[in-house]
């Protein structure tokens, strides 16, 4: 999980707060560690509560509808390469209603004056 946040921040910057669940990847101490040196606040929803972050939650079950449900895996390897094609697809052409019909990547780009990075892993 940091090393994925670092390289977010490398090119977006570091945000003041992060929303997160209370998975297992966002409550060890290397994240905590992490916040705390660039000064990231980690806001916990409450437990039960998936409102708390429903933007997570309508990706979950996108995810879930379009992806999980869709296709049988006949190996951890096979699993990784559909998850990459899928993720390509949803973060680089598939346009977004919440992004004004932009891809993520077309959004980043824009708003952010940068050159978008793989957005696909």
């Not at 290397?30 to 990231?40: G, N, T």
């Not at 980690?42 to 879930?64: A, H, M, V, Y």
Request: overall charge positive.
């Amino acid at each position: 999980m940091v090393q994925v946040l670092e390289r977010i921040c490398w090119s977006s910057g570091y945000p003041k707060v992060i929303s997160v669940d209370n998975g297992p990847e966002f409550i060890c101490m290397a994240l905590d560690r992490w916040a705390y040196k660039h000064e990231v606040k980690l806001k916990f929803s409450r437990p039960g509560k998936p409102t708390d972050n429903p933007f997570i939650e309508s990706f979950n079950g996108r995810l879930r509808d379009e992806f999980l449900n869709a296709h049988w895996f006949t190996s951890l390897d096979h699993a990784r390469a559909e998850v990459r094609r899928w993720r390509k697809e949803y973060n680089e052409e598939r346009p977004h209603s919440s992004l004004g019909m932009k891809t993520p990547k077309e959004w980043l780009a824009k708003y952010y004056k940068i050159d978008a990075p793989e957005l696909t892993g």
